[in-house]
C-alpha cells in the first residue's frame, strides 16, 4: 500500500485562488519532504525541500511567495500555491524518506494535479 | 554538481523482447544510491530498482535487472521479456548518502510493441 499519501489528486480553481496541498507519510516519520513540478512529458523539478519545524529550503528560481511551504509534523507538509495563476498549472508530487536508515528509498505521493481556469 | 543523463528520449521493443535503458551519471562521490523509477500514464512514481554504489553485484527485481558500471558511472537498465504493463516513462535517479534529495534524469518514454 501507500505510504504517502498526498491530497487532493485534482483541482480546479479559479484564478486568484489559494490552493493548499497535503503530503502525509502514513507509516514512517520523515524529517524531510520534498516538493516537485512535472511539466507534461519533462521530468520532476525539485522545487523545495520542506523541513520538519523550520524554514523550508527552495530551489534556485522558485518564488517563496508564491509557494508557501509548511512541515509542522514529522508525518505532515503542505504546499499552498498562492493566488495561483494559469501558468501555475501543473502536476505536483511530494516524497518523503524514512529518516531511520540511509539506505530506505524515497517513497512518492500520487500527485497533485492542479488545474487553474 | 552531480548530473543525470538519459540519451534516449524514447524507445520501443516488441512485447516478450528485451529492452536496455541508458543512463550515465557524474559525481565526485563514492558513496550513493541508483535508482530506476517507473511513471505510467496514471503518474505515478514507482520504484523499479534500486543500487547503492559500495556493492559489486547488480541489483535484480524479477524482469528488472541494472549493468552497474562504477567507474565509467553508468547505470543501464534492462528489462526482460517486455510486458504492456511495463509500458511507462522511466527516470534514472541519483542520490548521495549524506543527502535526501533526488537528482532525476529527463527521462526516456519505452513503447511496448504487440
Known amino acids: 500500500g501507500a505510504v504517502v499519501s498526498q491530497h487532493p489528486s485534482w483541482v480546479i480553481c479559479k484564478s486568484g485562488t489559494s490552493v493548499k496541498i497535503e503530503c502525509r507519510s502514513l507509516?514512517?516519520?520523515?524529517?524531510?519532504m520534498f516538493w516537485y513540478r512535472q511539466f507534461p512529458k519533462q521530468s520532476l523539478m525539485l522545487m523545495a525541500t520542506s523541513n520538519e519545524g523550520s524554514k523550508a529550503t527552495y530551489e534556485q528560481g522558485v518564488e517563496k511567495d508564491k509557494f508557501l511551504i509548511n512541515h509542522a509534523s514529522l508525518t505532515l507538509s503542505t504546499l499552498t500555491v498562492t493566488s495561483a495563476h494559469p501558468e501555475d498549472s501543473s502536476f505536483y508530487i511530494c516524497s518523503a524518506r524514512d529518516a531511520k536508515g540511509a539506505a530506505q528509498p524515497q517513497h512518492f505521493g500520487d500527485g497533485t494535479r492542479l488545474s487553474i481556469l | 554538481a552531480q548530473t543525470v543523463t538519459q540519451s534516449q528520449p524514447e524507445m520501443s521493443v516488441q512485447e516478450a523482447e528485451t529492452v536496455t535503458l541508458s543512463c550515465t551519471y557524474d559525481?565526485?562521490?563514492?558513496?550513493?544510491?541508483l535508482f530506476w523509477y517507473k511513471q505510467p500514464p496514471s503518474r505515478q512514481m514507482i520504484l523499479v530498482i534500486r543500487?547503492?554504489?559500495?556493492?559489486?553485484q547488480n541489483a535484480t527485481e524479477n524482469r528488472f535487472s541494472v549493468n552497474f558500471q562504477k567507474a565509467a558511472k553508468s547505470f543501464s537498465l534492462k528489462i526482460s521479456d517486455s510486458q504492456l504493463g511495463d509500458a511507462a516513462m522511466y527516470f534514472c535517479a541519483y542520490r548521495s548518502n549524506g543527502d535526501d534529495k533526488i537528482i532525476f534524469g529527463k527521462g526516456t518514454r519505452l513503447h511496448i510493441l504487440p
Open positions: 559525481t565526485s562521490e563514492s558513496d550513493y544510491y
Open positions: 507509516d514512517f516519520q520523515a524529517t524531510t
Open positions: 543500487q547503492e554504489a559500495y556493492k559489486q
